[in-house]
């Protein structure tokens, strides 16, 4: 059910700076800026030959990672992001098996336009989870 890491999200207080970094040091490719604002982020990704890392800033100070940003003025982990198959799928055996959904259960749209949700860190030794999507379900 699980499937490979997409993104690691660093939470920080200027996205494309902290993004800039890592294409001058590591040369990896740079995307551009995005806003969510059902998610009160802004978001950018440093892509490498294996995943990528998705620079979180708040938009704004009812920003969900406000807080943490503000904790952590220099920046810091905020969760991992890993592809699922079938969201619904995998959010119903979460449950079944005693995770917990953060928000109210529904998938939202993320920064790759899929579907995603995020799971309680008490559930997953300390780690806020996010899981998105893989591909389109194909409808028979």
Do not use: W
């Amino acid at each position: 059910m699980l499937g490979r890491l997409n993104h690691v999200a660093i939470a920080v207080a200027d996205a494309e700076k902290a993004a800039k970094i890592y294409g001058i040091a590591f040369g990896a490719e740079i995307s551009a800026t995005v806003p969510l604002p059902e998610h009160g982020v802004i978001t950018v990704f440093a892509t490498l030959p294996n995943t990528k890392i998705e620079f979180i800033q708040p938009l704004g100070a009812d920003s969900p990672i406000a807080k943490f940003v503000e904790r952590n003025p220099d920046g810091g982990i905020h969760h991992i992001c890993y592809e699922v198959p079938d969201i619904i799928a995998a959010r119903d055996n979460l449950i079944k098996e005693g995770a917990r959904v953060l928000g109210d259960g529904q998938p939202k749209i993320g920064a790759h336009g899929k579907p995603v949700l995020f799971l309680h860190p008490k559930d997953f030794s300390g780690a806020l989870v996010e899981i998105e999507q893989a591909s389109e379900i194909e409808q028979s």
